[in-house]
């Protein structure tokens, strides 16, 4: 039986871990490394033992010692370290980006499964949770229909949004030295300057990197309502606002730049920074997705059918 989820994201960030450790020196007990982990002992023993097979520790006589630090051909890939839920989210907001959906587009429910390596009720259950948001809707036919949505909604979720991740930001600087999530966002961190280098050619790549950072920072709540009000935040200003290509470039880049200002002053625990920041980049994604409406808005009151795709059925 292949390993599940969360052993493989738990044994990514032991990985994670273990890489700041030097070489020959004690890994230290299992309860700091459970606290650190947020599993359970019996997980973190698995872990060791699977160190241990993979030569990383030496594990004799209740003291383990670091042999080598790990290589990224020992963790476990990303896709692999993710819920099928996560997956699901994960493979329709690509498929919403890189097949250039509209609203009025139909769903089709079995391709999409197929398309997504998924069950139907995996993406059924994933759309019935859009849903809710009124994004999405079933037609008499029982079809599912991609909707737009007004301005007076967007103002709304910005509000609710911005007092979310303000929130959030404050208590991920709480948060202790070891939580994951400073790894992790360190990573993220990384990887926005690795883009950034090469973002005259792949700046089509940041809306995941931007869904990366803001899941990270409203995973810092705890927060069960602030977690799910995720989906939606995902769905619209991650991917609906990019149906809006003009100056898509410069737009990513720019937030690019927001995003490290904003990573830092969480790596510092500034608090007063963190809210700038914050505050600066919430401003600009509401004024982009504004933006966005009200051009599409126009769009359609012009009539002009070469900016519409028609609908599809996919």
């Known amino acids: 039986m292949k390993p599940n989820t969360v052993f493989k994201s738990a044994y990514n960030r032991g990985l994670s871990r273990l890489q700041r450790l030097p070489i020959t020196s004690e890994v230290g007990s299992e309860p700091a490394w459970s606290r650190a982990l947020a599993v359970s002992r019996t997980t973190v023993r698995s872990i ?20 080598r630090h790990p290589a990224p051909a020992d963790f476990y ?40 390596g998924a069950s139907p009720a995996a993406v059924t259950h994933y759309l019935n949770r859009l849903r809710q948001s009124g994004l999405l809707a079933r037609n008499s036919g029982g079809h599912w229909v991609l909707r737009g949505f007004t301005e007076e909604f967007a103002e709304e979720l910005c509000e609710v949004r911005t007092m979310f991740e303000l929130y959030s930001a404050q208590r991920f600087i709480t948060l202790s030295a070891e939580d994951p999530a400073l790894e992790e966002l360190s990573r993220i961190k990384q990887d926005h300057l690795a883009l950034l280098r090469e973002a005259e050619t792949r700046y089509t790549e940041f809306s995941a990197l931007d869904e990366r950072l803001h899941r990270c920072v ?19 200003f991650h991917y609906h606002y990019q149906w809006n290509k003009n100056d898509e470039k410069e737009r990513n880049i720019a937030a690019i730049h927001e995003h490290l200002s904003y990573m830092e002053a969480l790596q510092a625990g500034d608090a007063s920074a963190v809210i700038a920041t914050c505050n600066a980049h919430m401003a600009t994604a509401r004024s982009t997705l504004l933006a966005s409406i009200r051009e599409s808005v126009d769009v359609l009151k012009a009539g002009n059918e070469s900016h519409c795709l028609p609908q599809q059925n996919y």
């Open 77 to 116: 890939p990303e896709i692999e370290t993710r819920r099928g839920g996560a997956i699901v989210e994960s493979r329709f907001m690509y498929w919403i980006l890189h097949e250039d959906c509209r609203p009025g587009q139909s769903i089709n429910v079995p391709e999409l499964s197929r398309q997504f």
């Open 48 to 67: 060791f033992t699977r160190f241990s097979a993979a030569g990383l520790i030496a594990d004799e006589a209740r003291r383990r010692v670091v042999l």
């Open 218 to 236: 409203n995973d810092a709540s705890r927060n069960r309502f602030i977690r799910g009000f995720y989906d939606m935040i995902s769905m619209i």
